[in-house]
């Protein structure tokens, strides 16, 4: 408590404190100072008088009333709680006034420091400016540096709502401080105050001995009629309130705000799941996209009709000509080949739009260095891979004709010598980026495609070479600026399709 006590009797000295410490202070000063003298760890001829200086001063400052005596008036109680009169009325701990609506009230502060919090409390017996006051400072130290740690993170709102409901008032003391207030009142012969003290003191009283002493200072003040009351000066509200509750009603919407900005709902396309055109009939002309996985392409409208072609998932389509029946639908390709689909197989819309979405998804576990993403054809060749870039790489091997043989990835920095390479013939396309996608055999952030602009070949030196003497060829993804042999740009579409 900040107080303009004095120390005659040095009670917050022999404890090693300021006057006017609060209740969490003596307490851990108390705690130390009696395990130091105690007489069966203190062997000096003064052990025992000093042990009993610190139990009197810890009796005399540990309770509220009696400390709030000693704070006011330098001196100990002379009357207990059991006196029908007490000496001069308390005052407010921290301006020194004399008020007749005191409350002891207590407010939680917390400190965070990282990976761990504090917690505190600013107590004592107040008048309600003072209180408003103890309650703004809590509530400051807790919002200047409470949420810097997670247990901070679930505190701070708990305290700062409490602290706006006007903190902790003890019932048990609050009784105490209100008949010690009345009684010295009743003393001072200001019998209406002594009432009005009395009646607030039985909102508190929930012990049998309080309530009995309630009783006593309503019956001695019986005479005063119970219609001239106070006006009460602790409810809610106020410019005080006010300026605690709208920084908390703000931080929900604040939360609320950085969240809305983290998932960029705005950003997402929509689900096709949500709207399939099997519903619908189709229109020639109309553009829609592929929905499932290897969509067959039939030379007729029946289910066993002989294939043309797959399409892939996204694979965009224009719609040529509905047949009569609504199952079907007659597309033509992005290669030009025109077939039929099953009607349900084909979302609106083009598939762009809705691929990303998927991807991400559908992104699977990071690939291990060196992993083989794909292989369709198995050999003895192998290839050295330089990755010198800050960006992953996936690299494929294609054929003349566009059939992807492997595919493999390389991490940011790696050297990596991938083995398993049939013989023939390949062209290089690789990409880089991050986050990428199993799904779809993309990178969802930063990816670049591009193509070596020379071909590869693999094949054994002579006819009579054992199998494990073979050529080892090397590639690198971002060559020396000298090197003549620099790599092309390639569209993401072109580097993902596999013909």
């Not at 100072?33 to 052990?47: G, I, L």
């Amino acid at each position: 408590m900040n107080t303009i006590a004095r120390d005659p009797k040095g009670y917050y000295a022999i404890l090693g404190l300021a006057p006017g410490a609060d209740a969490g202070a003596i307490k851990s000063a108390y705690r130390s100072r009696v395990k130091k003298v105690h007489p069966d760890r203190n062997t000096s001829k003064r052990a025992q008088e000093e042990f009993q200086r610190v139990i009197e001063a810890y009796g005399v400052l540990k309770d509220v009333v009696r400390r709030a005596e000693y704070d006011t008036f330098g001196q100990e109680s002379t009357h207990d709680d059991d006196a029908q009169v007490a000496g001069a009325p308390i005052a407010c701990c921290d301006c020194g006034a004399l008020t007749a609506q005191p409350r002891y009230v207590v407010y939680h502060w917390v400190r965070s420091y990282l990976v761990w919090a504090k917690t505190g409390t600013v107590e004592g017996i107040f008048c309600r400016a003072c209180a408003d006051r103890a309650a703004v400072r809590a509530s400051t130290i807790t919002w200047a540096l409470g949420w810097w740690s997670l247990p901070g993170l679930l505190l701070a709102p708990l305290v700062l709502l409490r602290n706006l409901l006007g903190g902790a008032k003890p019932r048990h003391e609050n009784a105490r401080v209100l008949i010690r207030q009345g009684r010295a009142f009743l003393g001072r012969g200001e019998l209406e105050l002594a009432r009005s003290l009395a009646l607030q003191a039985n909102r508190f009283a929930s012990m049998p001995d309080d309530r009995a002493r309630v009783e006593d200072l309503l019956h001695a003040t019986r005479e005063v009629s119970d219609n001239r009351r106070l006006k009460t000066r602790w409810r809610l509200g106020g410019g005080v309130f006010l300026a605690q509750a709208l920084p908390l009603l703000a931080l929900p919407v604040t939360v609320g705000v950085f969240a809305l900005i983290a998932a960029k709902p705005w950003d997402q396309p929509v689900a096709t799941a949500a709207a399939p055109i099997a519903m619908q009939p189709a229109r020639s002309g109309e553009i829609r996209h592929v929905a499932v996985d290897s969509l067959k392409v039939r030379m007729a409208p029946l289910a066993g009709a002989p294939v043309l072609t797959l399409l892939d998932r996204f694979t965009t389509v224009e719609v040529s000509d509905a047949p009569g029946d609504p199952e079907w639908v007659k597309v033509r390709t992005p290669s030009g080949i025109d077939g039929f689909v099953e009607t349900r197989s084909l979302y609106a819309g083009s598939g762009g739009r809705f691929k990303a979405q998927w991807c991400n998804e559908n992104r699977g576990a990071q690939p291990g260095a060196g992993e083989i993403l794909t292989r369709r054809v198995s050999g003895d060749h192998r290839l050295l891979v330089h990755n010198e870039g800050r960006r992953d790489g996936v690299v494929k091997l294609k054929t003349m004709a566009g059939n992807t043989v492997t595919t493999f990835y390389v991490p940011a920095t790696y050297h990596i010598g991938i083995g398993g390479i049939p013989e023939g013939t390949y062209r290089i396309e690789f990409a880089t980026g991050s986050r990428y996608s199993r799904g779809c055999g993309i990178f969802l952030d930063e990816m670049q495609a591009s193509v070596l602009p020379v071909t590869l070949t693999f094949k054994y030196q002579s006819a009579g070479t054992i199998r494990s003497l073979t050529n080892i060829a090397e590639i690198s993804l971002y060559p020396a600026s000298d090197d003549p042999i620099q790599p092309q740009p390639l569209s993401p579409d072109r580097f993902a399709a596999d013909e």
